[in-house]
């Protein structure tokens, strides 16, 4: 009796198929380690980058006048509600362009309804210790008003300030906006029930009426910031003293040939103009007008910029909140810009 012998690929030979699970498995969890390894160095490598990169110091950027020259003016641009991150950025601008030795002068460039009191003190502080190592004057655009038109006054008592044609200024004086909702409140059943250790620990609260205690602690708190806003002016106006200035502190915006009539400003121009005032001035028979920009994060690199778009804040109980929460400002069309600190 002949045997057959089977080899491999005879029909005959039987298949042995042999299920590895595990290895399926380690092969996963593998690339998901590896996966992990990636992006948590490159977090890592993101941060370190921002951490080793000197946001402090603004890049320079060619605006007006003569490339070549080497002598320059800085045009500093406060085109935003005054509050942070802008706040510490244009600090950083103010004191770069103190340190600089070839800018031999500032524009500052005011189109800005103001903002919180403490940041627009801030940058007028800033600015008066600028002013006593270079001139610095001052152009309003559309508006300058409210906190706008307290940082110009850091330029000092010896620089101008200009309006345009159509500029807002003025707007002397301090609101803390506040909401009573407390009728709503009893219309939906809500109470205020906050624990506290004293009577005003609650105060400015949107659930129920101001106290006249209450009315009368805030009465001080603004009357110390508009007595200060008052006197800041009459520093750095020669021609106005402080009963004059708290005449024009009624809260009302003013005109640009208002402002002239009432010596909240200097004269009537437009930039150019302006620039070249201050160019004469400092006897430069060329200049190069620089601005700055701040350059962008190595994270901020990575998802295109800080073009974010601004959150909604859809929740009405989140806005009734957080208008408890006191914010002092000079600031002219709180109404309209209030959502924006939020």
């Given at each position: 009796?002949?045997?057959?012998?089977?080899?491999?690929?005879?029909?005959?030979?039987?298949?042995?198929?042999?299920?590895?699970?595990?290895?399926?498995?380690?092969?996963?969890?593998?690339?998901?380690?590896?996966?992990?390894?990636?992006?948590?160095?490159?977090?890592?490598?993101?941060?370190?980058?921002?951490?080793?990169?000197?946001?402090?110091?603004?890049?320079?950027?060619?605006?007006?006048?003569?490339?070549?020259?080497?002598?320059?003016?800085?045009?500093?641009?406060?085109?935003?509600?005054?509050?942070?991150?802008?706040?510490?950025?244009?600090?950083?601008?103010?004191?770069?362009?103190?340190?600089?030795?070839?800018?031999?002068?500032?524009?500052?460039?005011?189109?800005?309804?103001?903002?919180?009191?403490?940041?627009?003190?801030?940058?007028?502080?800033?600015?008066?210790l600028l002013s006593e190592k270079?001139?610095?004057?001052?152009?309003?655009?559309?508006?300058?008003?409210?906190?706008?038109?307290?940082?110009?006054?850091?330029?000092?008592?010896?620089?101008?300030?200009?309006?345009?044609?159509?500029?807002?200024?003025?707007?002397?004086?301090?609101?803390?906006?506040?909401?009573?909702?407390?009728?709503?409140?009893?219309?939906?059943?809500?109470?205020?029930?906050?624990?506290?250790?004293?009577?005003?620990?609650?105060?400015?609260?949107?659930?129920?009426?101001?106290?006249?205690?209450?009315?009368?602690?805030?009465?001080?708190?603004?009357?110390?910031?508009?007595?200060?806003?008052?006197?800041?002016?009459?520093?750095?106006?020669?021609?106005?003293?402080?009963?004059?200035?708290?005449?024009?502190?009624?809260?009302?915006?003013?005109?640009?040939?208002?402002?002239?009539?009432?010596?909240?400003?200097?004269?009537?121009?437009?930039?150019?103009?302006?620039?070249?005032?201050?160019?004469?001035?400092?006897?430069?028979?060329?200049?190069?007008?620089?601005?700055?920009?701040?350059?962008?994060?190595?994270?901020?690199?990575?998802?295109?910029?800080?073009?974010?778009?601004?959150?909604?804040?859809?929740?009405?109980?989140?806005?009734?909140?957080?208008?408890?929460?006191?914010?002092?400002m000079y600031l002219f069309g709180?109404?309209?810009?209030?959502?924006?600190?939020?």
């Open positions: 009796m002949s045997e057959k012998v089977l080899t491999k690929g005879d029909p005959g030979m039987p298949t042995i198929i042999i299920h590895q699970p595990g290895r399926r498995l380690l092969l996963m969890l593998l690339l998901f380690g590896l996966a992990f390894s990636i992006m948590l160095n490159f977090g890592l490598l993101a941060s370190f980058a921002d951490y080793s990169t000197d946001l402090n110091a603004p890049n320079e950027k060619f605006y007006s006048g003569d490339s070549l020259a080497t002598d320059k003016i800085a045009r500093i641009n406060a085109n935003f509600m005054i509050s942070n991150p802008y706040t510490d950025r244009i600090k950083k601008i103010i004191d770069h362009v103190s340190q600089a030795d070839d800018v031999k002068g500032v524009l500052l460039v005011i189109d800005s309804p103001g903002g919180l009191v403490s940041d627009s003190h801030e940058i007028y502080h800033r600015l008066k270079k001139p610095v004057y001052v152009q309003m655009k559309g508006i300058a008003a409210s906190g706008g038109y307290y940082i110009a006054m850091g330029a000092g008592s010896e620089n101008p300030v200009y309006a345009e044609p159509t500029t807002w200024t003025g707007s002397i004086g301090v609101i803390i906006p506040r909401y009573n909702a407390s009728e709503l409140a009893k219309n939906l059943g809500v109470k205020s029930e906050s624990l506290t250790t004293g009577p005003l620990k609650e105060t400015l609260s949107p659930f129920k009426e101001m106290s006249e205690r209450e009315k009368d602690v805030w009465a001080v708190i603004m009357e110390d910031s508009f007595d200060r806003f008052i006197s800041v002016i009459a520093e750095n106006r020669k021609n106005l003293n402080k009963e004059q200035v708290r005449e024009l502190a009624t809260g009302q915006v003013y005109t640009a040939d208002q402002a002239l009539a009432n010596g909240l400003v200097d004269q009537i121009s437009y930039e150019e103009d302006t620039l070249l005032e201050l160019q004469t001035a400092l006897g430069l028979k060329k200049a190069r007008v620089v601005e700055y920009q701040f350059p962008l994060s190595f994270t901020e690199t990575l998802i295109g910029g800080v073009g974010k778009a601004p959150e909604i804040n859809v929740d009405p109980l989140k806005t009734v909140l957080e208008a408890s929460t006191p914010r002092a709180w109404e309209q810009t209030i959502n924006s600190m939020n």
